[in-house]
């Protein structure tokens, strides 16, 4: 089991920033793949950006391209996304998600993909 804990969610004007930030339980075996999710209401679960551990391989959707970073910190066992150029259109609730298992980077973006999922953190983007 990985328990994961995210942070750093809240209320911005356009065009600021957010570092969103996770930690995974210290007592888990380091997944192999972690990722940041969003999920607007009424909307699907939208795959923002995937990491391995290995290499630290990046995999991003086209949709966040530029604007959007994740970083990992191994020994830390921490996952974070910086945010910038903020638009009201980011306003979501942001989750972090661990897979132990290898699979195709053509499924990172993929909700189904992950095993264990934090709480969310809300992001709410004011025009």
């Known amino acids: 089991q990985v328990q994961l804990l995210e942070s750093g969610g809240g209320s911005v004007q356009a065009g600021g920033s957010l570092r969103l930030s996770c930690r995974a339980s210290?007592?888990?075996?380091?997944?192999?793949?972690m990722a940041w999710f969003r999920q607007a209401p009424g909307k699907e679960r939208e795959g923002i950006q995937a990491i391995n551990t290995p290499g630290g391989r990046v995999y991003c959707s086209d949709s966040v391209k530029g604007r959007f970073i994740i970083s990992r910190n191994n020994a830390e066992n921490t996952l974070d996304l910086q945010i910038d150029r903020l638009k009201p259109e980011d306003s979501a609730m942001y989750y972090c998600a661990a897979s132990p298992r290898f699979f195709s980077a053509l499924r990172t973006m993929f909700p189904s993909s992950f095993d264990y999922w934090g709480q969310g953190t809300q992001v709410t983007v004011s025009s």
């Open positions: 210290a007592n888990a075996r380091r997944p192999y793949y």
